[in-house]
């Protein structure tokens, strides 16, 4: 059995429910069900210290890893402590160095990639930001000197990285889904079953275009889940949409959302593609493809995109397409079956697994000995010594 390291600057949630906890964990599971024995470097910074150390010393001891496979957080490494102060700058970049040093391939997903668009460049007061950022270019030279591949949620996230990297060392790694067991087609005399799961806060999550859609067909009913207080902080912006019993709000966590999925005809997420967003590839696209739903997405994202090659589903350039494709939809219910079934098709090859089979692949045929690697080494061994010396 191969082992390999797993790393992640913050804590595994327990239960978790938004898409940055939900993929380390799940990545976690599916390299262990790939058959890898997997050690864990996860925490805040004195618990991954503590496993760093422990991983150091089971390697001066002779044991092998294959690979070390990271995903990152959307907080500088560094500031990840609740307190978000940088109490041990130098400790996890003398570790990516150290397996580096032992020519121990390491791939990062790169979760992070927005902090370089005008939109993001202005939250909070200017210390804060200034300080963030500061720690977000050393981050990302640190990366840039000892990861040796890059994996993006999409391919179109690339041209938003902060600086060039080399294409050859660069893919995307989409989220992945459960496969789950499929329910029987939902009764078709009742109405037609939309679902949509997600932010509710404009301007990137705005719904309106989506309730009043759903206010305006016949025959169609909207089950709307979201997190309970993001809901009562913008129902009022909602509040001139007369949508009464068409739609239904709920509030259920990730362990609870399933019947939800279940109970859909179709997810629904038609909006305006706006600022990042048109480039990210939310988790619950594809955790769509596990329950056997198909899609409708309005085109411009990435997500439309990943539908639209995938064949999960169908995209629309506006809400007016989005009206006309619902209403023969809900009178040709037999175009939904035979959906249905391309997304079922498509369930293993968009797996958690499938997701971490890709990821091992492309670490397995890096070699860090030869050729660029190699040659990084050398070029980098001075800078870093005195980083050695502290550990």
Not at 194 to 213: M, Q, W
Not at 218 to 231: A, I, M, Q, S
Not at 254 to 275: C, E, F, M, Q, T
Not at 293 to 316: C, Y
Request: a positive charge; aromatic letters at 10%; hydrophobic letters at 35%.
């Amino acid at each position: 059995m191969s082992r390999i390291i797993f790393y992640h600057p913050l804590p595994l949630a327990r239960n978790p429910s938004k898409g940055s906890e939900i993929r380390p964990v799940r990545m976690i599971e599916a390299f262990r069900n790939c058959g890898f024995h997997v050690d864990v470097v996860a925490g805040y910074s004195e618990q991954r210290g503590r496993r760093m150390k422990a991983v150091r010393r089971a390697i001066g001891k002779g044991r092998e890893y294959a690979f070390m496979y990271a995903e990152s957080s959307n907080v500088p490494v560094p500031l990840t402590d609740p307190h978000h102060l940088p109490v041990r700058p130098l400790q996890d970049l003398s570790f990516f160095w150290f397996l580096r040093r032992k020519q121990i391939p390491v791939g990062l997903f790169y979760r992070d990639v927005y902090w370089q668009v005008e939109e993001q460049q202005y939250e909070g007061s200017w210390p804060k930001r200034l300080g963030k950022r500061t720690f977000l270019w050393l981050e990302w030279w640190a990366f840039k000197q000892f990861v040796n591949h890059l994996f993006l949620p999409t391919r179109e996230i690339r041209q938003l990285l902060p600086t060039e990297w080399p294409v050859e060392n660069c893919s995307a790694l989409p989220p992945g889904c459960m496969e789950r067991e499929i329910n029987s087609h939902p009764d078709e005399s009742g109405p037609l079953e939309l679902f949509y799961v997600g932010g509710v806060e404009p301007p990137y999550y705005d719904l309106r275009p989506l309730l009043e859609l759903s206010h305006n067909l016949d025959g169609v009913h909207l089950t709307l889940c979201c997190r309970k207080p993001e809901w009562d902080e913008h129902r009022e912006y909602y509040a001139d949409i007369p949508f009464g019993s068409k739609v239904s709000i709920v509030h259920a966590s990730s362990d609870k959302i399933g019947r939800y999925y279940r109970d859909a005809d179709l997810v629904a997420d038609v909006r305006n593609p706006d600022g990042y967003l048109r480039t990210a590839l939310p988790v619950k696209t594809v955790e769509a493809i596990g329950y056997g739903v198909p899609m409708i997405l309005q085109s411009g994202t990435s997500a439309a995109a990943f539908v639209d090659r995938e064949g999960t589903g169908w995209t629309v350039d506006s809400l007016e397409g989005a009206h006309s494709l619902i209403e023969d939809l809900r009178n040709q219910r037999s175009r939904i079956q035979e959906k249905r079934n391309q997304v079922i098709a498509a369930q293993k090859r968009n797996s958690w697994g499938a997701r971490a089979r890709q990821a091992a692949d492309t670490l397995r045929s890096i070699c860090c000995s030869n050729g660029r690697d190699g040659q990084k080494l050398k070029q980098t061994s001075g800078e870093m010594r005195d980083i050695r010396q502290l550990h």
